[in-house]
């Protein structure tokens, strides 16, 4: 299918780090064999050269519990604006380190961390993905929109969409 482009290693670790960045927050599901599991809204400090995500969490929550009870985590990232989506499944893995939150400190994580980055119950995950799926356009968000609406009045297809799994 011409609009398939499935990625491996590099290629899919710039694409992961390019739609984290652009989108930032994410939902954060923990828990994925229950019915329904568990999800919230997480910010996504880094994703690095080697393509782990990084967050900044609490010490306390149930996120921290439920990782060290199953470290199976699923990232769904959303940018209607641009028509990108990306699903990443991996094992995560919960710890401290004064150093590492130095280096993933940013200005807006003082809204969860009123201590600032020296607040005793940060703690810190790292996801290490398994695989990944994308779903993007060619083109664009407003190339999409308008072969959409065009579409849509010819009665003709026009998809300008491409997909493809990711293995980092």
């Not at 994925?32 to 967050?55: C, H, I, Y």
Request: hydrophobic share 35%; glycine share 6%; charged share 35%.
């Amino acid at each position: 299918m011409g609009n398939t482009k499935n990625l491996e290693q590099k290629e899919a670790i710039e694409k992961m780090k390019k739609m984290a960045k652009d989108v930032d927050i994410c939902m954060f599901c923990t828990e994925l064999a229950k019915t329904p599991f568990e999800v919230r809204p997480m910010s996504t400090q880094d994703v690095d050269n080697e393509g782990n995500f990084w967050f900044l969490s609490d010490k306390g929550s149930d996120k921290d519990r439920e990782i060290k009870q199953d470290d199976k985590v699923q990232l769904l990232y959303a940018d209607r604006n641009n028509s990108e989506y990306m699903t990443v499944f991996g094992h995560a893995d919960v710890f401290y380190d004064r150093q590492k939150v130095e280096e993933l400190w940013k200005p807006h994580a003082k809204a969860w961390f009123t201590e600032g980055k020296d607040d005793p119950d940060i703690s810190i995950i790292r996801l290490r993905p398994e695989q990944g799926y994308y779903w993007d356009t060619k083109h664009g968000g407003m190339v999409a929109f308008f072969k959409m609406m065009v579409s849509a009045a010819v009665g003709k297809t026009m998809d300008d969409s491409i997909e493809g799994t990711m293995k980092p």
